[in-house]
């Protein structure tokens, strides 16, 4: 084991953002992590676990420790008649994962196809797209506690999922490195069309028999056409957070913005459309020399190269402020920021 120091994290993360980190590591296997992690300790700088860098904007150097998760490996553990329990590392690409059980017809997660980073970090902000979330096929997962290398399994209660949220944002942030992830998906799928753009595509695409692969090719082909391409574009996908307020705020926004987009969450609350109200507030396709709002989806702010985190951590600032005033609504930042 030995650590680079000063590496650049520039093809590390998503935004493209040059900056470095002090020290540097990659791991393959628990017995590597450990050995690292005894070494860190007796340094006990900030750590940072790196998985594809694709939900975080570096807004300076990372003064501290960054070690890439690179734990593979898929199987599956467990079958019965309608089920089977898929366990994937920490480091798999999360659509790799998708990708092989779409071809084992193991249904459940082919609404999140394409969603970039990591089996490790999917767990982190409950990921999520086309109305399924990855609470909805979580089994459990393994987690080494930093403190003291103990290996922990969290099942789903104890992982407290929220929407965009988890236990390891919170209540245990930088104590956990997620080693693995275990699946529970269906022989018998439960087909899910009806958000979005879904049924659209399908018909498009002329599918008469629905199939999981139909419905992952589906939301690829939206995705690919909707979303900027990390590698021609910098980003981190959505900037924010769809904000969940009260139904009575709901209705009284409702009278000034008749076509403001809302859905129902619970009896009380309604989640906004974030990407709603910033084009509504005129971000949309607002460009500042090399970054910005993305022309075709506003809920995502972009590097077009060489621009540096700060600026785009201050556009997010002003686009917080602008939504406040304009809407009386309080936008929170989906992305990590370091
Ligand atoms: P990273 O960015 O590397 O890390 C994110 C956070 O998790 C960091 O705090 C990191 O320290 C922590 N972390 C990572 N791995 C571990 C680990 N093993 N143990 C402990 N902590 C860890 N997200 C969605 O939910 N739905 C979407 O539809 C979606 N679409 C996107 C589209 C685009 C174009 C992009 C660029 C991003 C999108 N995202 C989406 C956001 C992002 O892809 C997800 O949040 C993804 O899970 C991040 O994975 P990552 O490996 O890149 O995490
Ligand atoms: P969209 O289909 O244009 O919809 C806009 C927003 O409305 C979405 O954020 C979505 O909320 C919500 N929505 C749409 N239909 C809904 C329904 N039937 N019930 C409840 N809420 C509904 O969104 P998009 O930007 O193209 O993204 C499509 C999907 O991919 C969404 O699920 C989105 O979360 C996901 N995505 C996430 C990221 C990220 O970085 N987090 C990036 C790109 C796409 P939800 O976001 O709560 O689903």
């Given at each position: 084991?030995?650590?680079?120091y000063?590496?650049?994290l520039k093809?590390?993360?998503?935004?493209?953002?040059?900056?470095?980190a002090?020290?540097?590591?990659r791991?393959?296997?628990?017995?590597?992590?450990?050995?690292?992690?005894?070494?860190?300790?007796?340094?006990?700088?900030n750590?940072?676990?790196?998985?594809?860098?694709?939900?975080i904007?570096?807004?300076k150097?990372?003064?501290?420790?960054?070690?890439?998760?690179?734990?593979?490996?898929?199987?599956?553990?467990?079958e019965?008649?309608?089920?089977?329990?898929?366990?994937?590392?920490?480091?798999?690409?999360?659509?790799?994962l998708?990708?092989y059980?779409?071809?084992?017809?193991f249904a459940?997660?082919e609404n999140?196809?394409l969603?970039p980073?990591?089996v490790?970090a999917?767990?982190?902000?409950?990921?999520g797209?086309?109305?399924?979330?990855?609470?909805?096929?979580?089994e459990?997962?393994?987690?080494?506690?930093i403190?003291?290398?103990?290996?922990?399994?969290?099942?789903l209660?104890?992982?407290e999922?929220g929407?965009?949220?988890?236990?390891?944002?919170?209540?245990?942030?930088?104590?956990?490195?997620?080693?693995?992830?275990v699946l529970k998906?269906?022989?018998?799928?439960?087909?899910?069309?009806?958000?979005?753009?879904?049924q659209?595509?399908?018909?498009?695409?002329?599918?008469?028999?629905?199939?999981?692969?139909?419905i992952?090719?589906?939301?690829?082909?939206?995705r690919?056409?909707?979303?900027?391409?990390?590698?021609e574009?910098g980003?981190?996908?959505s900037f924010?957070?769809n904000?969940?307020?009260t139904?009575?705020?709901?209705?009284?926004?409702?009278?000034?913005?008749?076509?403001?987009?809302?859905y129902?969450?619970?009896?009380?609350?309604?989640?906004?459309?974030?990407?709603?109200?910033?084009?509504?507030?005129?971000?949309?396709?607002?460009?500042?020399?090399?970054?910005g709002?993305?022309?075709h989806?506003?809920l995502v702010?972009?590097?077009?190269g060489?621009?540096?985190?700060?600026?785009?951590?201050?556009?997010?600032g002003?686009?917080?402020?602008?939504?406040?005033?304009?809407?009386?609504?309080?936008?929170?930042?989906?992305?990590?920021?370091?």
């Amino acid at each position: 084991m030995s650590f680079i120091y000063n590496q650049s994290l520039k093809t590390l993360n998503t935004f493209g953002i040059e900056a470095s980190a002090q020290r540097f590591s990659r791991c393959g296997s628990i017995e590597e992590l450990v050995s690292i992690l005894d070494e860190w300790k007796k340094k006990k700088d900030n750590l940072l676990i790196l998985g594809g860098g694709s939900n975080i904007l570096f807004t300076k150097d990372f003064e501290g420790t960054v070690l890439k998760n690179e734990l593979m490996g898929i199987e599956v553990v467990k079958e019965n008649e309608n089920h089977i329990w898929v366990k994937a590392g920490a480091g798999e690409v999360w659509h790799d994962l998708v990708m092989y059980c779409v071809k084992n017809n193991f249904a459940g997660i082919e609404n999140m196809a394409l969603i970039p980073g990591c089996v490790g970090a999917a767990p982190m902000q409950n990921i999520g797209a086309y109305g399924v979330e990855l609470k909805d096929v979580f089994e459990s997962l393994d987690a080494l506690k930093i403190e003291d290398n103990s290996i922990c399994n969290f099942d789903l209660e104890a992982c407290e999922f929220g929407y965009r949220e988890s236990v390891f944002k919170r209540k245990y942030k930088n104590q956990y490195i997620i080693l693995s992830v275990v699946l529970k998906l269906s022989k018998k799928p439960e087909f899910k069309t009806s958000y979005g753009t879904i049924q659209q595509q399908l018909k498009e695409n002329g599918i008469q028999n629905l199939s999981i692969q139909a419905i992952a090719d589906a939301v690829i082909q939206i995705r690919r056409s909707k979303l900027p391409d990390p590698v021609e574009i910098g980003n981190a996908g959505s900037f924010f957070k769809n904000p969940e307020i009260t139904n009575e705020k709901f209705y009284s926004l409702k009278e000034n913005f008749p076509d403001i987009v809302g859905y129902p969450v619970g009896d009380l609350h309604t989640k906004l459309a974030a990407g709603w109200l910033i084009e509504k507030a005129g971000w949309k396709g607002k460009t500042f020399e090399n970054f910005g709002v993305h022309k075709h989806q506003a809920l995502v702010l972009v590097n077009y190269g060489g621009a540096k985190g700060e600026e785009i951590y201050a556009l997010s600032g002003q686009i917080i402020e602008a939504i406040r005033q304009k809407f009386g609504v309080e936008l929170e930042r989906e992305v990590n920021i370091y």
